[in-house]
Structure formats: C-alpha cells, structure tokens
C-alpha cells in the first residue's frame, strides 16, 4: 500500500466536534485537526444540518442532527459526544474531543506532531491539558486574523476552566460541559496545552454572542431554568468592548513556564462531592503570558 494510504487509514486520533453555525471557529477547527489527523478522521455533528458547516467540513465526517431550540441542550450534546466517543474509543488508540472553539495544542519545542506524540503514549487514560485562552489585546494588535489566529495574537490568559480532561483513551463519562470525568487518575503532560479561542477576536466575539443570545431567546427559558452555559444569554454577557479593554489589566507575567499550575492541579485532585465525577480546584487568575514565537502559525 502506498504511503498516502497508510496516511489515510491512521488509527492513533480522531477528533470529535458538534456545532452550530459557528463558520470561523470550525475553518479553524477543520484546518488545524484537518492537517494533523486527515479530515476522514474529524468527526463534526452538525446541530440543524446547516449548509455552510457541511461546506466547510467537507472531507470529514459529518453526523446531521435537527436543530431544534431545547432548553437541554448542553445535557443533551454531551450525552451524544459521550456515545460517539465510546464507541470511536474501538477504531482509535485517542479520541480528542471538544467544543469547536477549543484545540488541543502540542508544544512545538517537543520537535514532533501531536499525532506522534499520541501515537507514544500510554492507552487507557484521559489527558487533561493546561487550559490557555487565547486573548485579542485590541490595545496592541490591530491586525485581523485571518487563515492564521496564532501571530496576529500573541498573548494568552491562564485558563484553568479550560484544562478540560479532552484527549481520551480510556472507557468513562464525561460530564456536561466537559470539564469533567469519572476517570480517577490525573494525568496532565507536560507539552500539552488547550487553548479556547472564544475571545481571539473582537469583532467575530460580537457575532458569535449575537447568535448565541438568539438562540437562547428561542429556547424561552432563563439562566436557572435551561441547561445550558451561562454565557450564551444576553443578562449575563456585559459590555463587550470593556471586556476586551479588560485584557490589557491582567498582570503579564515573564516567560512561559506553566508547570506550577499543573502542580496545584494534581495537589488538589478529588472526588467532585457524590457525583461519581473527579476535579481540580480552578482559581481564577488574573494572569497573561506572550506566546512563545514557536507556536505562532500553529492554527
């Protein structure tokens, strides 16, 4: 068989999305998993069947459900994403998975694709990687991105709410919302990031929130009511300009040394009350580094 079929039928990862609509992240999505895994090995459920996210995710797998506003819809999508990647779990040695704005990111230092890097670890286990948002300073970077997010921004925020348990070779739930599993060992490597890419861009956050308060108005129920995230509804959103004007008070720390934090990770490491699910405890920190110029062109 020729090299480009080997290629084609790799078992190491499978990446794992569901989405509605949201065209930039998943051009992101698609380009970054597209290039690392093969698009036959993205899988994206495309929530409402919407033309413009068959278009873009041409080439990978795409589950069409209908769209209907529900207001379960988180409980909903994770109870979907937790049978899609039980039964992946049989074909693939990882199955990543995730909202669409976020992406598992190898550093580059480690000289290596994140599927090699994969292809060597250890099975029957969750990776946690360190949650990073990527931050859109608009004091300091005016240029647009574009085909690359990683370049024109340049600054990340300390994220713990982000260092989700996503890269999975082990049989186990995931919790709503994906920040948790039942999975009782931590691991947390080393070169493995997650980075969210909610608030990479100022006008495309504005979009992205207008769709979103939308469909929570359909939906009809209020924050208490409605499984589903806090931020999709419009009372919770705040002044959207301010909250990027926000970034530039966070303190900017030196360097990019981050294992302390998985060190206060694994420290607090405990059973999540009776839930039967495992957690961290997540501070919050007002804390921004300068990406390192090895990760700029990543995605």
Not at 11 to 24: C, I, N, P, Q
Not at 48 to 65: D, W
Not at 270 to 293: S, V
């Amino acid at each position: 068989m020729s090299e480009e079929g080997l290629e084609q039928m790799q078992s190491v990862a499978a990446a794992v999305t569901m989405v509605r609509d949201d065209a930039f992240f998943l051009k992101a999505w698609v380009r970054y998993y597209g290039d690392l895994l093969g698009r036959e090995n993205c899988y994206v459920v495309n929530h409402g069947r919407g033309a413009e996210v068959a278009e873009l995710a041409e080439g990978c797998n795409i589950v069409g459900i209908p769209g209907d506003p529900h207001p379960n819809f988180d409980m909903k999508r994770w109870r979907l994403l937790n049978g899609l990647v039980a039964g992946l779990r049989s074909y693939y040695s990882h199955v990543i998975v995730g909202d669409v704005d976020e992406l598992v990111v190898l550093d580059p230092a480690e000289g290596r694709s994140l599927r090699d890097w994969l292809a060597d670890q250890p099975i029957r286990r969750v990776l946690t990687p360190l949650g990073l948002e990527v931050i859109h300073r608009i004091d300091l970077e005016p240029e647009p991105v574009a085909a690359q997010i990683l370049g024109p921004r340049r600054h990340v925020r300390l994220a713990p709410h982000y260092s989700k348990p996503c890269v999975l070779s082990l049989g186990t739930k995931i919790a709503r919302g994906g920040h948790f599993t039942q999975a009782s060992k931590l691991f947390t490597p080393e070169p493995l990031y997650l980075f969210h890419l909610k608030f990479c861009d100022f006008e495309n956050y504005v979009a992205v929130m207008d769709r979103r308060n939308a469909v929570t108005e359909a939906v009809g129920a209020g924050v208490k009511e409605a499984a589903i995230g806090r931020h999709w509804f419009a009372e919770a959103r705040g002044e959207d300009r301010a909250v990027f004007e926000g970034f530039a008070a966070l303190r900017q720390e030196d360097g990019f040394a981050l294992d302390w934090v998985r060190k206060r990770m694994q420290r607090s490491w405990k059973p999540r009350g009776e839930t039967g699910f495992w957690q961290f405890d997540r501070p919050e920190y007002d804390l921004q580094y300068a990406l390192p110029e090895r990760f700029f062109g990543l995605f």
